[in-house]
């Protein structure tokens, strides 16, 4: 079992920047690839950005590339999303989530490929 807790959402305007932490404990963090993903109302929840074990490959959705960035670090058991230039439409709650399969393959952008969620922390961007 892996336990995570989502931090450092809050509400800021359009342009602004936020960084949201996810501390992992229960188990070997390093084992984990990481992802976030988001949920506004009403809409499905949505893959965002994930990290392998090691750090060393990430993914990103379309619509956040060049503005997040994903990182962690194993030491602190801890995952970080980093959120540069906001936009509105990134409102949502934001949920990082733990996966324990092999590799890091094109199954780490869907749901099904994590198997531990945290509760979610609100961003909100106003315009």
């Known amino acids: 079992q892996v336990q995570l807790v989502e931090s450092g959402g809050g509400l800021v305007q359009a342009g602004g920047s936020l960084r949201l932490s996810c501390a992992a404990s229960?188990?070997?963090?390093?084992?984990?690839?990481m992802g976030w993903f988001r949920q506004a109302p009403g809409k499905e929840r949505e893959f965002v950005a994930a990290i392998s074990r090691s750090g060393f490959s990430t993914y990103y959705t379309d619509s956040v590339k060049g503005r997040f960035t994903i990182s962690r670090d194993n030491a602190k058991n801890t995952v970080y999303l980093q959120m540069n230039s906001l936009k509105p439409e990134d409102t949502a709650v934001y949920y990082c989530a733990a996966s324990d399969g092999p590799g890091f393959t094109s199954v780490v952008l869907e749901k099904r490929g994590y198997d531990y969620w945290g509760q979610g922390t609100q961003v909100t961007v106003s315009s």
């Open positions: 229960g188990r070997t963090f390093s084992n984990y690839t």
